[in-house]
């Protein structure tokens, strides 16, 4: 019988849920609290960036940071995910792959996938839909199944 996994995710948490074959019970598999990208850029930063003089005249500024820290941490989480779906991939342990994320979360999401992952993806949704229910989920993506 076939394996669908959908993993359901915003910058902060994600839920796996796996349904065996297309009319299959949805059932909540594993879930992931990131609460790093939960928090202000002060409490993940250690010190304000670094201060620069002008090259001429008087001037001096604040450096910029190359990457946001919540991005970084963001982008982390996504790796992470990304990571156990593709072991899961790999092995064999799934046909179907739904991805469900918010907008920019899924973009992060899309960039860290290879190919073995991404051969499996059958459909995208690009929303927030963490807050909900398996039942919820599952008749959100009745159409899609």
């Known amino acids: 019988m076939e394996m669908i996994w959908v993993l ?20 909540l598999d594993q879930e992931w609290e990131h609460p790093e990208s939960r928090q202000h850029e002060h409490e993940l930063t250690s010190d304000l960036p670094g201060r620069a003089f002008d090259s001429v005249g008087d001037g001096r500024h604040a450096m910029s940071q190359e990457v946001d820290p919540k991005d970084h941490e963001a982008e982390l989480f996504a790796h992470e995910l990304i990571t156990e779906m593709e072991k899961g991939a790999t092995s064999g342990r799934f046909s ?19 190919a073995s992952l991404r051969d499996l993806v059958v459909d995208e949704v690009a929303k927030n839909l963490t807050a909900m229910d398996a039942s919820e989920i599952r008749e959100y993506l009745s159409g899609a199944l």
Do not use: C, H, N, W
Request: aromatic share 10%; proline share 3%.
């Open 8 to 27: 359901v995710a915003d910058k902060s948490k994600a839920k796996l849920y796996k349904m065996k074959g297309r009319v299959g019970e949805l059932t």
């Open 96 to 114: 179907r792959f739904y991805l469900i994320a918010s907008p920019q979360f899924l973009g992060l999401l899309r960039k860290k996938m290879g």
